[in-house]
Structure formats: structure tokens, C-alpha cells
């Protein structure tokens, strides 16, 4: 499968704790997105990645949330000190190098509930 | 910031008839506007999408149309069938296609 990963599939975890999610984008893709999806809604936007420099952050993106992608990537969304409204399906997605192309490619998700 | 706002919310058709969502964007900055649909369970696919310097574009039985003027764009099926029940989102996009606003969603249902 040459899409776009993401590990693990599915998270519970306990108020409190703190997560680390995964995603494998694309492999000639140097953009790197991260998204958050409630039920009901729309993915919204949560940070950007060219290469390994994250570029921009949504407001969203609490202190005790953080991403990297050390190597320009894979990329890891820790949440820290999770709480229940953190519950979610946290979408990843990657797009070309190619500025003509400008069509994002998702990940399947991590859908987080946090009991 | 950018506010994208969707309608219908949800929306049900006979196969073979049309579908139409709309939506309306509030930066003028704006300049890219992809469509997603996103099935039960699956990731979200882009269906078509358009640039700011076009006003409409065609791919098959999909099309969409852009009034920068206004600040809308709309989503058209023709002869639905099945298949195309699902969720379907609009965004809008600064600096072509690096963070995306996503609408709220509308779902479509195709009745047999």
C-alpha cells in the first residue's frame, strides 16, 4: 500500500494519560497536514509540516499538544495530559512537492477516546 | 480567519435526479477549493476540485462552479446513483492548498 498510513488504528486511553500517534505520508510528499475530526464535522486543521519544518499551527494546538517530523518523514502527534473532549479521529495527510499539484491525500486515521 | 459554511446539511435525492450543495467562503484571499467525500468509515477522497482563476470545471457527471464575486461555490451531480451517498465536504485554501478550512459536511442520500 503506497497511501498514506497512520498507526494505531484505534486508542483508548484514560483522562490523564498521554498519547503518540504515527503517520507515514506519501513517500515523494515533502507536506505533511494533521487534522482533528469530530462526528459530525469537518477535519480542522491542527498543523503543517514542509519537510521537517512545521510551518503553522492552529490555535487548536493546545500546549499540551505536539508534532514532529525529524526527518522530513514521518510525522508524531503526542497529546499530553489527555482529557475527554481530546476524543477525536485525528486525520493525517500529505501532498506533493509539486506546487502544481495541490490535492491533499488522507490517512485512514486514529480515532482517540479518551474514558 | 477563513469561515466556511455548507448547505444543505443533509440532503436526499432519487437516483438519477441531481444533487447540489453549496457553499460560501469569507476570505477574499482564498484561492483553492477542493471537494472530499468521505464514506462511512473510509478517509476522506478528493472528488474535484478548482482554482480561483477558473469559474467552472467539469469531470464527468461532477462539476463544480466559483463565484469569487460572492464568495460561494457549489458541488453539482447529475444522475446520481447509489454509490455516490456519502458525506461530502468543501474547503477553501490560501496559498493553494496548505491549510485547509473544511465545511461542516452535507449527507447525501441516494434513494434507489
Known amino acids: 500500500d503506497t497511501g498514506v498510513s497512520q498507526d494505531p488504528r484505534h486508542k483508548i486511553t484514560k483522562r490523564g494519560q498521554n498519547v503518540t500517534f504515527r503517520c507515514d505520508p506519501i513517500s515523494e510528499h515533502n507536506r505533511l497536514y494533521w487534522y482533528r475530526q469530530t462526528l459530525g464535522q469537518g477535519p480542522e486543521f491542527l498543523t503543517y509540516?514542509?519537510?521537517?519544518?512545521?510551518?503553522?499551527k492552529s490555535r487548536l494546538l493546545s500546549d499540551r499538544f505536539s508534532a514532529e517530523r525529524p526527518k522530513g518523514s514521518f510525522s508524531t502527534l503526542e497529546i499530553q495530559r489527555t482529557e475527554q473532549g481530546d476524543s477525536a479521529m485525528y486525520l493525517c495527510a500529505s501532498s506533493s512537492r509539486d506546487r502544481a499539484i495541490h490535492e491533499q491525500y488522507f490517512g485512514p486515521g486514529t480515532r482517540l477516546t479518551v474514558t | 480567519g477563513e469561515n466556511v459554511e455548507q448547505h444543505p446539511s443533509t440532503l436526499s435525492v432519487q437516483e438519477g435526479d441531481s444533487a447540489v450543495i453549496k457553499c460560501t467562503y469569507s476570505d477574499s484571499a482564498s484561492n483553492y477549493f477542493p471537494w472530499y467525500k468521505q464514506e462511512l468509515g473510509k478517509r476522506p477522497q478528493l472528488i474535484i476540485d478548482i482554482r480561483s482563476n477558473v469559474g467552472e470545471k467539469k469531470d464527468q457527471r461532477i462539476a463544480v462552479t466559483l463565484n469569487k464575486t460572492a464568495k460561494h461555490f457549489s458541488l453539482h451531480i447529475t444522475e446520481t446513483q447509489p454509490e455516490d451517498s456519502a458525506v461530502y465536504f468543501c474547503?477553501?485554501?490560501?496559498?493553494?492548498?496548505?491549510?485547509?478550512?473544511f465545511g461542516p459536511g452535507t449527507r447525501l442520500s441516494v434513494l434507489p
Open positions: 509540516f514542509q519537510n521537517e519544518a512545521q510551518l503553522e
Open positions: 474547503a477553501a485554501s490560501i496559498n493553494y492548498g496548505q491549510n485547509f478550512v
